[in-house]
Structures are given as C-alpha cells and as structure tokens.
C-alpha cells in the first residue's frame, strides 16, 4: 500500500510539471517585450541578459514586436552569428540592434544607436561624490537624481596610462542607480542624462571614482 503511495505521488508530481513547463516557458519568453528594451540593459554585454536569454528566440521576438525595420546578415568574429535585425526605439530617431547566433538565440544587444539631441531636458544631478575610492570588490555604485520620460543613459570611462580616456560601459535604465563592475586598478569616471521621446538631455558633470586592489 505504501509503495503504491508513493508511486501515485510521483506520477501526480511528474504531471504537475508537464502540465506547468509550457506555461513556465511561455511566461519568461512573455518577458521580452518593447518595454523591456528600455530598462537596465548594459550596451553589448549579453552577460546582463544571461538570466533571461535562454526565452529569447528570433521568433518571439518577432510575435512580440513585429517584424524588425531591417534584416543583416552577418557573422562575427566567431563566425556563429546569424544575423543582426533592427527596431525603431520609442525614443525618436533611435533604433535597437538585436543580433541572433546560428540557433535562433539573442547573443548581443545593442540600444538607442544614434539618439538625438533633446533641448528642454534637464541633467540629472549624481548623488555620489567626485573622488570615490572603493575598496575590495571593484563595484562602483552610480547613483544619482532627476526625472526622464524614457530612463536614462549612463557613460563609464576608463583612464588609461597614456591618460586618455575611453569608453569602458554604457547602461540604460528606468532607475536611479546602477552597479558598475570596473576592471583594473586604472582611474574612471563616469556622467549621465536623461533621455525623453524627443531624445536624449545634455550630461551630468562627470563624476571620478578610484578602485583599489582587492
């Protein structure tokens, strides 16, 4: 009687979870929408979608956000890709670039390619101080204030030792914060603005952060 149970048990347990994988799957691929390009996305760092990646195919994409302005063709540097598919951004003039490994699967993301100027949009003010000196784990916290329509875009720059500066991320994002994985002991600093359906604001004052050894 008791391994009859137990049996039962298993069986009613296994069709539980094929009743509820489909709807599982269906549920995170339900995820990627047109809002969602718009909210914490690092620039060509598919590692920042990783958690959700495996629900992005070609095609739900295109049953969730109709068929891309423009089809690429074009492979990578390890020749795996399949191709890169463009939407217009809700922010005017803008667009976002999605590109597919051979599989069908999103392998990169780049957002907002060519934003416009916006005049009437103010600057976010940073709500950290220029000079910040973190220690242990290089994450530097980015913080600041100010309204925006459509988020805003953040720019984290790295000084190299000739002095030059260049660019190290950029995020997009509807909220106030971000945390910002820095590589090397090598200085940074880091703006911000505003972006709205017209464009995007003028920056923020830069704001300098140090990272120390671990």
């Keep these: 009687m008791k391994a009859l149970l137990v049996v039962s048990l298993s069986a009613a347990l296994l069709m539980v979870s094929v009743l509820l994988s489909p709807a599982s799957s269906k549920e995170e691929s339900d995820r990627f929408s047109r809002r969602r390009l718009n909210d914490g996305i690092a620039v060509d760092a598919p590692d920042a979608w990783r ?90 916290p980015i913080k600041w204030k100010g309204e925006a329509e459509r988020g805003f875009q953040v720019e984290v720059e790295i000084q190299h030792p000739d002095g030059k500066w260049a660019s190290s991320r950029t995020y997009f994002t509807s909220n106030h914060a971000v945390a910002h994985l820095h590589t090397g002991d090598n200085p940074g600093r880091w703006r911000v603005r505003a972006l709205a359906a017209e464009g995007a604001g003028v920056w923020s004052p830069q704001v300098g952060f140090v990272c120390g050894r671990e």
């Excluded at 295109?62 to 922010?91: A, H």
């Excluded at 999103?106 to 949009?121: D, H």
């Design 51 to 140: 958690w959700i990646r495996d629900g992005i195919h070609i095609d739900n994409v295109k049953r969730l956000m109709g068929e891309p302005k423009n089809v690429e063709p074009r492979l990578s540097q390890d020749r795996n890709s399949l191709q890169t598919i463009t939407y217009e951004s809700d922010v005017k003039g803008a667009e976002h670039w999605l590109s597919f490994y051979n599989d069908g699967l999103l392998c990169s993301c780049s957002w907002y390619q060519g934003i416009p100027a916006a005049s009437g949009v103010a600057a976010p003010v940073p709500a950290i101080e220029d000079g910040l000196v973190v220690n242990g784990p290089r994450i530097v």
